[in-house]
């Protein structure tokens, strides 16, 4: 990767990307208030288990497919994994939390792009050959996150693989940082359970890049029910 790629995937994978992540926990309040969580090594069997099975590897997957579609300008496929992605959700919380964060990023873009556009270089790196990007007021209602990241990945040129290696990582390192307000955990213990998770952050993208259309699913009943209850709870820290 060269090192404008590198730098374009640190910022579009921080923690201070303003989408408004660090606002959900994506039921682990929930889970954490009715006891299921309550230390690291939990959040960390929880969390190990969402990357393998659960929706977060699902949308790392469609992501996949966003990237390839964006790349080549094919608005209808991103149209059509944006619907599939949104069908997909198994909450109305999930889907609107994917939809909130995805319009933040599009939004994001646009404003880096009209910058970019009266800036002299190297600024003006930032803007994307017309053939890579949509326009966009293009699924600015109802624009999944892993939809929008895939639009910006594609854009800043950052390869497939350490796009969803980013996307993984930035995921895990959202609820690790809720896990340590919510149950609650040290800095230090929240970037252990971090370091434990790579061997599988790697794996996953590593299966997530293979995986054919026919073999796209997910076993998330457990967050769905969390997010449900979540919901309903009556004290909460976290956006529902």
């Known amino acids: 990767m060269s090192p404008s790629a590198l730098l374009r995937l640190l910022q579009l994978a921080s923690p201070t990307l303003p989408v408004g992540a660090y ?3 994506e039921g682990l309040e929930a889970l954490v208030d009715s006891g299921s969580i309550n230390g ?3 959040l960390q069997h929880w ?6 099975y659960g929706a977060v590897r699902l949308e790392a997957a469609i992501a996949v497919r966003g990237y390839h ?6 608005l209808d496929k991103l149209v059509s994994w944006n619907q599939w992605l949104s069908a997909a959700r198994e909450t109305e919380e999930l889907r609107s939390q994917s939809w909130q964060m995805g319009r933040s990023l599009l939004r994001l873009l646009h404003d880096l792009n009209l910058q970019a556009s009266t800036d002299p270089p190297p600024s003006s790196l930032l803007r994307p050959p017309s053939s890579v990007l949509p326009p966009f007021h293009f699924l600015q209602e109802g624009c999944n ?8 990945a594609a854009t800043w040129q950052i ?5 969803v290696l980013g ?3 930035s995921w895990a390192t959202n609820l690790v940082s809720a896990g340590i307000k919510l149950i609650p955990l040290g800095q230090t213990t929240g970037q252990q359970v971090l370091l434990n998770l790579q061997p599988t952050l790697e794996q ?7 995986l054919q259309d026919d073999d796209l699913n997910s076993c998330g009943w457990g967050l769905a029910l969390a997010s449900m209850a979540h919901e309903t709870q009556y004290s909460r820290l976290f956006r529902s």
């Open 167 to 169: 996307y993984l990582h």
């Open 145 to 152: 996150f892993a939809i929008a990241y895939a639009i910006a």
């Open 40 to 42: 690291s090594e939990r």
């Open 204 to 210: 996953v993208t590593k299966e997530i890049l293979t």
């Open 69 to 74: 579609a964006a790349a080549t300008g094919d």
């Open 23 to 25: 606002s959900y926990s």
């Open 47 to 52: 969390l190990t288990q969402e990357l393998r």
């Open 159 to 163: 390869d497939l693989q350490s796009a």
